[in-house]
């Protein structure tokens, strides 16, 4: 049988994200309670018959003129490369830039779940409250 490791960094690892130096997880965590994200955009890129859809990697980004500029490129990615294939290149093209211009999939969540197991992001983003079940009296 099978078990998911989950590789939880320590407080001395070094995370590696894109669009800022290698952060401690703490550092991470007041950017993030500041208001900074942790986005991926996506590009598709198509042969003839098939179209391939993709993730980038994890950008840190601090506002949303970052991450509309971040996504701007992954948007050109995908306009040159992807509406070529049939019948998915041009409906996956389109949905690609829609993403990536409305400044891409939000993954802070899982970021910060990695960071703190119990931990939970507020709607609002100003802070990390951790995570408390609350059970019916």
């Known amino acids: 049988m099978q078990t998911a490791v989950r590789n939880v960094p320590s407080s001395s690892d070094l995370l590696k994200l894109r669009g800022t130096r290698p952060l401690f997880a703490e550092e991470l965590r007041t950017r993030i309670a500041a208001g900074a994200r942790c986005v991926r955009f996506e590009y598709c890129f198509s042969l003839l018959f098939v179209t ?42 389109l949905w690609s830039v829609w993403i990536n211009t409305t400044g891409g999939v939000d993954c802070t969540t899982e970021i910060v779940s990695v960071l703190e197991p119990g931990a939970r992001v507020p709607a609002n983003g100003n802070e990390i409250a951790p995570h408390t079940d609350v059970t019916p009296a």
């Open 52 to 93: 391939v859809r993709r993730q980038s990697p994890v950008y840190l980004t601090g506002s949303w003129q970052v991450r509309y500029l971040r996504g701007l490129w992954f948007s050109l990615l995908a306009l040159a490369l992807g509406p070529w294939g049939v019948p998915w290149g041009i409906a996956w093209t």
